[in-house]
């Protein structure tokens, strides 16, 4: 192995290790990394002799000493991970930004699918905001990832429930890239209902966290996420935010970072359109309420928006005919069980179970005790007449 190797695993393998001792904010270990690079950092942590500014980080030498940087990578790689750093071709060009503003990038990045991180954060936008969010604003950031990903725009967030999780789905409802920036590790299904989100989101796109295998989602780590998500994208659309949320703080590094802030209007009497109220009357957002909007928004001066097609998929209509007519078998509000589903649409219910199963993991169906029914995605998407299927379910 020649010296130039060498030297590349030793930095990949202490920005594995720093990831899983240190948390993004915290300022001594950034201190000894900027003293003694990453590789020197990592040793001296290891060795528990490195000099720790005002003996902060004396409470990380107990983290140190268990982190095994080797077997992360070698477990993360067996679940089809990797490990993306600064140097590598992937590493998103915005997050350069953040060490400028002194909001630190990352050590490195463990990402999840076969998406290219750094292309599809270049025509990114982030979707975000509340995570108790009204039946106004799921529709809203549906639509609106619809037409993005139409327009060839890859849909960023950060994988919560409620706005989130309605800007995902409406990417991977179209067949489109999505980007899921966790505050937990690339490998934990949180919050645990999105599990099957997570997994289209890998098929098509990039689930990415700067926190190692296995890290647990704590309150912290949201904050400090935020920051790669306004960083990753051209520019931020908060589509409902409380007067304090995550959304706000997203919108607020987004700023800082010179990169356009937008917002959609809601309800007046709405404590959930608050925030998006606040940041157009005082933070000089740019008001938004279709998907030209967002693309006048963040193209280049003088460059040509696309628009999304005239023609917008409506729900199903790409699924395979048995898929369809499993889709069209499920009640609406009263759950029905598998062997009454599969009776209606004319399938074995062994099989019927398995298109079931694909269905929830798109978004369309959910299930309970009672058994499968329509997801309120599906029927709101549906009374709008907006939405589409992915062709290929997985």
């Given at each position: 192995m020649s010296d130039q190797t060498q030297g590349v695993r030793a930095e990949r393998l202490a920005r594995a290790a720093l990831s899983r001792v240190g948390e993004p904010d915290d300022a001594a270990l950034r201190l000894l990394v900027a003293e003694e690079g990453v590789v020197g950092a990592w040793a001296s942590l290891r060795r528990g002799d490195g000099r720790y500014p005002g003996g902060?980080?004396?409470?990380?030498?107990?983290r140190a000493r268990e982190a095994d940087p080797e077997s992360d990578l070698a477990r993360f790689d067996r679940l089809g991970g990797r490990l993306v750093c600064p140097a590598d071709p992937e590493?998103?060009?915005?997050?350069?930004?953040?060490?400028?503003?002194?909001?630190p990038a990352p050590f490195a990045l463990w990402a999840r699918?076969?998406?290219?991180?750094?292309?599809?954060?270049?025509?990114?936008?982030?979707?975000?905001g509340a995570r108790a969010a009204t039946a106004y604003g799921t529709r809203v950031a549906g639509?609106?990832?619809?037409?993005?990903?139409?327009?060839g725009v890859c849909v960023v967030s950060g994988g919560a429930y409620g706005i989130d999780g309605a800007a995902h789905r409406g990417a991977l409802l179209m067949a489109k890239p999505t980007v899921v920036?966790?505050?937990?590790?690339?490998?934990?299904?949180?919050?645990?209902?999105?599990?099957?989100?997570?997994?289209?989101?890998?098929?098509?796109?990039?689930v990415v966290s700067e926190a190692p295998p296995g890290a647990p989602a704590m309150r912290h780590r949201f904050l400090v996420r935020n920051r790669l998500i306004a960083a990753m994208a051209m520019g931020t659309v908060v589509v409902e935010a409380a007067l304090r949320s995550g959304a706000l703080n997203t919108a607020g590094h987004a700023d800082r970072l010179s990169k356009p802030v937008m917002a959609v209007p809601g309800p007046v009497t709405s404590a959930l359109s608050r925030g998006c109220h606040v940041l157009l009357r005082e933070r000089n957002a740019v008001l938004v309420t279709s998907v030209e909007h967002i693309l006048e928004t963040v193209r280049p001066l003088g460059s040509v928006v696309p628009a999304p097609s005239?023609?917008?998929p409506r729900l199903g209509d790409g699924l395979p005919p048995e898929l369809r007519r499993l889709l069209d078998a499920v009640p609406v509000e009263t759950p029905l069980a598998t062997v009454r589903i599969a009776v209606a649409a004319g399938i074995e219910p062994r099989r019927a179970t398995g298109g079931l199963a694909q269905l929830v993991g798109l978004g369309l169906v959910v299930r309970d005790d009672a058994g499968w029914r329509l997801s309120s995605a599906y029927r709101l998407c549906s009374a709008s007449g907006q939405g589409a299927t992915r062709p290929r379910p997985s």
């Open positions: 902060r980080l004396s409470g990380l030498l107990p590493w998103p060009v915005g997050l350069a930004d953040l060490d400028h503003l002194d909001q699918g076969g998406g290219d991180l750094s292309a599809l954060a270049a025509r990114g936008v982030a979707v975000v639509d609106l990832a619809v037409g993005l990903a139409d327009a920036v966790l505050a937990c590790g690339a490998d934990v299904a949180y919050p645990r209902g999105h599990a099957g989100l997570l997994d289209q989101a890998r098929n098509y796109g990039v005239r023609a917008v």
